[in-house]
């Protein structure tokens, strides 16, 4: 399949990879111009501008952009791809977004014959080079259906969510969890070590015991509990606090929107707010148990 992919930053530029790998024709566009020319190294074919991959000869287009903006811009902007697209190229947008703005455009992109999926993904960096992203996707069932193989090839557990924007929604609820879990798990770790236990042996309690959770079997905050974690190598790689901050903005204004509390999910929000603040955006999300044991 000829496949044009918009958005070649740490989880896009693997996607691509992943993609030609799997025997896919890839058009690619990007301002970040060293990013393109890897790919091109790899591969890829790249256009001047968005419209140039719009009136290509793709079958399906996907994007990977930072937030909403990028997202409206690409699809609805005077240049954008609505603006210069066939009918019928099917869409995919692989973006973290609140959920309002992909049901925004997908309805532009449906009112004019194209059909579009919003698809955000989980399992960071190291996901997106392995190909075992999850694929948390909104849209018809039919246009999953015709879709699923090409995500099969970038991703190993792939989720049909409902309808547009679906995606979105899981993608913000599950982070804002995840956000708070961690903040649990980093408060139980550095009270109990420094009450006199052994980090191991505490998260080896909590972790066969009723406290047990992801954040504490797979991803434990305390340096040298787990091997591959961030934390035993200073927080570095992973997904970084900024960007966990940035889903539980989506999460907190979508709340607003729909006038449902988030209580904990402000409060960790606060939290990512301050430790982004003392100058750790940059590190690891689990790097917030530095704000309970002292640590700079």
């Known amino acids: ?22 025997g ?13 020319e890897a790919l091109r190294s790899a591969g890829a074919s790249s256009v001047d501008s968005i419209t140039d991959l719009a009136q290509s000869d793709v079958e399906l287009i996907i994007t990977m952009l930072p937030a909403a903006s990028h997202v409206k811009a690409v699809y609805l902007g005077e240049k954008g791809l609505l603006a210069s697209i066939a009918p019928g190229i099917r869409l995919i947008d692989s973006s973290t977004i609140d959920p309002m703005s992909a049901r ?8 004019q014959g194209n059909p579009m999926l919003d698809a955000p993904v989980s399992g960071g960096t190291g996901g997106a080079e392995a190909g075992t992203l999850t694929f948390m996707v909104g849209g018809s069932v039919a246009d999953f259906n015709t879709a699923l193989p090409v995500l099969q090839t970038m991703g190993k557990n792939i989720v049909h969510c409902g309808a547009a924007g679906n995606g979105q929604v899981a993608k913000v609820a599950n982070n804002m969890l995840l956000a708070i879990s961690m903040i649990g798990v980093a408060e139980a770790m550095s009270l109990g070590v420094s009450l ?12 066969t015991s009723s406290g047990r959770c992801w954040s504490s079997d797979t991803y434990n905050p305390y340096p040298g509990v787990i091997n591959g974690a961030p934390a035993a190598r200073g ?3 992973g997904f970084g606090t900024d960007l966990m901050l940035k889903d ?4 907190t204004d979508a709340a607003k929107q729909q006038k449902k509390p988030v209580i904990l999910g402000a409060v960790a929000q606060q939290l990512y707010q301050t430790f982004s603040a003392q100058g750790h955006g940059a590190l690891d999300f689990s790097a917030i148990i530095k704000m309970y044991t002292g640590e700079d």
């Open 248 to 251: 539980l903005g989506l999460a």
């Open 104 to 111: 925004e455009v997908a309805s532009a992109a449906q009112q």
């Open 1 to 22: 399949m000829h496949i044009g992919f918009i958005g070649l930053g740490n989880m896009g530029g693997p996607m691509v990879r992943n993609l030609l790998a799997a």
């Open 235 to 237: 927080y570095s790689g």
């Open 196 to 207: 006199g236990m052994d980090p191991k042996t505490l998260a080896g309690v909590i972790n």
């Open 24 to 36: 896919h024709q890839l058009s690619i566009f990007d301002l970040f111009k060293p990013a393109v």
